[in-house]
Nanobody
Framework: QVQLVESGGGLVQAGGSLRLACTAS????????MGWFRQAPGKEREFVAT????????RYTDSVKGRFTISRDGAANTAYLQMNSLKPEDTAVYYC??????????????????WGQGTQVTVSS
């Protein structure tokens, strides 16, 4: 079993930055691929970014390319999402997810094995 805990959300003005963290505990003897998703009110959960098991490869949804950066610290069992130049449309609950095995990149939330509880990001205009 794996537990994922997100942190770092909050309220920020448009153009500002936030750094989300996702710390894994439990089954941490093998590195999973990690992903970040988000869900705005009244909308479906959508893919944001993913990073491969070894951290060498990343993939982003078009709307965040050039603004968001996903990274990981294997020793700390933590994945990060650095979010710069934030826009009001980035407002959502952000979830991290872990995927053991299977193909990468995975952009469907159903393809992940474990999820965090989510952290709210609110960008004011």
């Amino acid at each position: 079993q794996v537990q994922l805990v997100e942190s770092g959300g909050g309220l920020v003005q448009a153009g500002g930055s936030l750094r989300l963290a996702c710390t894994a505990s439990g089954r941490t003897f093998s590195n999973p691929a990690m992903g970040w998703f988000r869900q705005a009110p009244g909308k479906e959960r959508e893919f944001v970014a993913t990073i491969s098991r070894n951290g060498a490869y990343t993939r982003y949804t078009d709307s965040v390319k050039g603004r968001f950066t996903i990274s990981r610290d294997g020793a700390a069992n933590t994945a990060y999402l650095q979010m710069n130049s934030l826009k009001p449309e980035d407002t959502a609950v952000y979830y991290c997810a872990a995927k053991y095995g299977g193909n990468w990149p995975e952009v469907e939330f159903s393809g992940y094995d474990y999820w965090g509880q989510g952290t709210q990001v609110t960008v004011s205009s």
